[in-house]
């Protein structure tokens, strides 16, 4: 569950990012490109994705098997 939460975390904070990267103008050629509103909308992912991150990483880790006796 961890890593899970950790690559998804990932994965959201990095389309965040290209979405700010496009609504600021940054990154041209899509229809998203000069629009403020994907500026928001990628600011909010990118504070998602890293929430997601965090969460994941703050996660107990699996329990190390003890052999048997």
Do not use: C, H, Y
Request: proline share 6%; net charge positive.
């Amino acid at each position: 569950m961890r890593t899970v939460l950790v690559a998804v975390g990932v994965v959201i904070a990095l389309l965040g990012v290209v979405w700010v990267l496009q609504g600021a103008g940054i990154l041209l050629g899509s229809f998203m490109s000069n629009d403020p509103t994907w500026l928001w909308i990628g600011i909010v992912t990118v504070v998602v994705g890293v929430a997601l991150l965090v969460f994941g990483l703050r996660l107990p880790g699996r329990p190390k098997e003890t052999e048997p006796a």
